[in-house]
């Protein structure tokens, strides 16, 4: 039984606000009710015809993976175990619909428990030849959708197909059928139910892009996207017009063979990032690839009509008005999207790259509301490698006016007069084997003959500098501490006992099923709990407490990691956690399952992120969780990516402005704070711990850490983990110039840096790439290694005192590094006190 550790909490919040008493099942109801209320705004609504939404509840026939197992977020770290979860056939017949094709359903899941079975086995065959463990083999792997044959049985004039997939962490998609692509079952069905009945809906149950070419005859096609524990809910409402779908693409949707094909994926050792900036619609826009359905696009019950104004500026800050008018017979919300192009000159240039966006509130139908968008021309400054430096090129910056990436016109010119530097930077991210491409024939259109030119002067640019050899503070109590004790804190409190348990959610000795804590031994140095879950916080359902401590009750690993370990494993396993408990008080912490990060991103609204942060925050609250190790904001570069579920889109701009709502919404909450992730270019899966990422200077500050730098100065997270993989042949973790130079002086981020779970596992792999070392880690300026182990501690202590430069610590560094984890830990235990 583990112990728990001297001024741990095992209490937890009963009340609400000053004197308010809400129980446990109260506020469960309470954040259902809310995701309930803002899921819809999530969903997006690809194709209609005008079938629904539908008069009342009848007799309706479903089909379809998503039917009965629909999927309602990712695997691995994604994965919340939330008390309720509603299905889309539960979901249905809790709105009154009376499901006519149960036969169907109940084959199918026969065929699937047949299928999954073989798929497991295939799994840790695999392992075995690769002398790895099932389980890390099996980690977010997909299993393709089955081929079927099952007869399409179901009454009424009704029906809907829910398309679904699932991915997650540790394993990538694939270009196949049952995953990327339709099967020919199910293209078969779909099309069949299509022709059969009268009103027919094609549901879109997944987490990332599907290639929808051979249904797209398809009337009605709704991306409902994993909307957590109510998604099923969320979707009858949607069918009765209870509420209506308002989102729009955060990632391009189109053809397999229409993705950009210049940079690498998946392989095991070098990724080469060729394609450089043109990512995304990017690249749609720049080669004139018309896709079936573009970033940004999204329909509604209603329409809309979108008249812009003149545009104005003021001190390089630019604004335009858009009147937005609801044209059609029900209310709805439009979103409007500020696009522009800009100039060539020394460098090449997208087509087009989104500047601002902005979403109505609900407007009644004839209702119009007026909005104004606004963004700094500094946001559009281009990075030229060359000479380290952020600039604005002579010529004419276009405003394009919209509602989605191919559905603008010009709304306005920006003229500037010469070149502006703005800001002289340091090339210090390495650099990569090659050239980045670039189209050979840049697209260009004519511009309308009227349009309103603003003329900016270059020289109303003040040029900024950076100060890099900024002086650090160094807390007295920390100063005072021993080499030890320094070295212990610059690890996480682990367990040598529990090896991979540490990664899989048991690393916390006070909050049952949490990812892990800091170390609690040293007086006066208060320990923070960490949750992980970028959908919401994933702990133990079930615990007890006795005198001993907190234990869970119940398997508290991914049930996606579950199904590959066998007797001895799972044996193992219960062992470690001090078998199963049977006294001490039983206590419940059912956690909120959200909306997915791609889904939260499709809303365009970040007040509903921030909306979805403050239900992780008062839970965090509730269960004594200080840290939430999300949200993760990585680019979708590539559709197969495996985490691309929990990233928000294929825009930089999007996901920042995402990811700081989030951290508001849970930063409200005094005590508690988020570790936005991962820092960065973690766009692949495949041996993500020893992948090297080669990507331009340039491709990395405009595309992949741009995100980041939004977040800071927006959202103010308050701690950060770096990713697995390496950047130009250094892993990120050990990479000074990422972390001091880039998020400490230049973004300005003044938080705690942590790194990714065990990436210490890393060390003595047969790679190309030699692992981490904890040393170099900490001489990096990342403050902790999560969740540690003694080779940790014993490998700071030996760089303490390394003769040589290269592999010297210097005590001085590590006392900064625990600095910043002191005021942390400090501050939040508390403020949440």
């Not at 009268?198 to 096609?221: H, K, Q, W, Y």
């Not at 003040?462 to 690890?491: C, H, K, M, N, W």
């Not at 760089?799 to 006392?815: F, I, M």
Request: glycine share 10%.
């Amino acid at each position: 039984m583990r112990a728990l550790p001297r001024g741990s909490r095992t209490g937890r919040r009963e009340g609400k606000g000053k004197g308010e008493s809400m129980d446990g099942n109260a506020v469960e109801r309470e954040h259902n009710a809310k995701m309930r209320r803002l899921g819809p705004a999530c969903a997006v609504l690809l194709k209609s015809d005008g079938s629904f939404p539908l008069p009342g509840p009848g007799e309706i026939a479903i089909f379809g993976s998503g039917a009965r197992r629909t999927v309602k977020g990712g695997t691995g770290s994604g994965e919340v175990n939330s008390r309720e979860y509603v299905t889309i056939e539960q979901g249905l017949e809790n709105a009154g619909f009376t499901v006519t094709s149960r036969v169907w359903l109940d084959n199918y899941d026969n065929l699937m428990i047949d299928a999954r079975r073989a798929f497991v086995r295939q799994v840790k065959e695999r392992a075995r030849k690769h002398h790895t463990l099932a389980a890390f083999e099996g980690m977010g792997a997909v299993m393709p959708e089955p081929e079927y044959n099952i007869p399409l049985w179901g009454g009424g004039e009704m029906a809907i197909y829910v398309l679904s997939r699932i991915s997650g962490e540790g394993s990538d998609r694939q270009s196949i059928r049952g995953d990327v692509l339709l099967t020919e079952t199910e293209i078969r069905d779909i099309l069949s139910l299509r022709e059969k009945y009268r009103r027919f809906l094609l549901v879109l149950n997944v987490g990332g892009v599907v290639d929808l070419s051979p249904v797209t005859a398809v009337e009605n096609i709704l991306l409902l996207s994993q909307l957590g524990a109510q998604t099923g809910n969320i979707l009858a409402d949607l069918l009765l017009g209870r509420s209506y779908p308002s989102g729009k693409l955060s990632a391009t949707w189109s053809a397999w063979e229409d993705y950009q094909t210049v940079g690498d994926f998946g392989g095991r050792d070098e990724t080469c990032y060729r394609e450089g900036v043109y990512v995304g619609y990017r690249f749609f826009d720049s080669m004139g690839i018309k896709p079936l359905f573009p970033f940004g696009f999204g329909l509604g019950y209603t329409c809309f009509s979108v008249r812009h104004g003149r545009p104005e500026q003021q001190d390089g800050v630019i604004s335009i008005n858009a009147a937005v008018t609801n044209t059609g017979a029900r209310p709805g919300r439009e979103t409007v999207q500020l696009y522009v192009s800009v100039p060539e000159g020394r460098l090449d240039q997208p087509y087009q790259t989104l500047a601002a966006f902005q979403k109505t509130r609900e407007l009644a139908p004839g209702e119009k509301e007026e909005l104004t968008l606004r963004f700094s021309m500094r946001d559009l400054a281009s990075y030229d490698s060359a000479r380290a430096s952020w600039i604005l090129e002579k010529g004419d910056y276009v405003l394009r006016l919209g509602t989605s990436s191919v559905q603008t016109a010009v709304a306005g010119i920006v003229r500037l007069d010469k070149e502006a530097v703005l800001l002289k930077a340091k090339n210090c991210l390495g650099k990569p084997s090659f050239e980045d491409w670039s189209p050979l024939e840049p697209r260009r259109e004519k511009r309308p003959r009227f349009v309103k030119t603003l003329r900016v002067s270059a020289s109303s640019f003040e040029r900024e500098t950076v100060d890099y050899g900024q002086e650090r503070e160094i807390d007295p109590f920390v100063a005072a501490l021993s080499d030890e004790e320094l070295a212990l804190l610059s690890v996480g409190r682990f367990d040598a006992k529990a090896g991979p348990l540490s990664m899989i959610g048991e690393a916390s000795v006070s909050v049952a099923g949490a990812a892990g804590e800091t170390v609690g031994e040293i007086k006066g140095f208060p320990s923070l709990v960490m949750a992980d879950g970028p959908a919401g916080l994933r702990l133990a359902r079930q615990y007890r407490v006795d005198e001993k401590g907190v234990h869970a009750v119940g398997q508290t690993i991914p049930s996606s990691i579950l199904e590959y370990l066998d007797g001895p494993a799972m044996l193992a396993l219960k062992l470690l956690n001090g078998g199963s408990p049977s006294s001490g008080e039983l206590r419940e912490q059912n956690c909120t399952a959200i909306p997915i990060g791609t889904a939260l991103a499709q809303s365009w609204d970040p007040a509903l992120a921030e909306e979805c942060g403050d239900v992780v925050g008062d839970e965090m609250e509730r269960f004594g969780v200080h840290l939430w190790l999300a949200p993760a904001m990585n680019i979708q570069r590539d559709i197969r990516c495996g985490r691309n579920f929990e990233y928000f889109s294929e825009d930089p701009l999007l996901s920042g402005k995402m990811a700081a709502a989030l951290c508001r919404g849970v930063q409200r909450h005094p005590g508690r704070a988020v570790t936005i992730k991962h820092f960065a270019a973690n766009n692949q899966e495949f041996n993500r711990g020893a992948n090297n990422s080669q990507i331009s200077n340039r491709a990395l500050r405009e595309i992949y850490l741009r995100g980041f730098g939004i977040c800071v100065r927006e959202g103010a997270p308050k701690a950060l983990m770096t990713s697995y993989n390496l950047i130009n042949g250094r892993h990120t973790s050990e990479r000074h110039g990422l972390i001091e130079d880039v998020l400490r002086c230049e973004f300005g981020f003044d938080g705690l840096v942590m790194t990714d779970w065990l990436v210490g596992m890393l060390r003595g792999r047969k790679e190309k790439h030699a692992g981490p070392d904890a040393a170099r880690i900490a001489a990096a300026g990342n403050d902790l290694i999560m969740p540690g182990s003694r080779a940790d501690v014993n490998a700071i202590l030996k760089g303490l005192t390394a003769k040589s430069k290269r592999r010297r610590l210097p005590r001085r560094q590590l006392e900064i590094n625990v600095t910043r984890l002191y005021r942390l830990a400090k501050g939040l235990t508390e403020a949440g006190k």
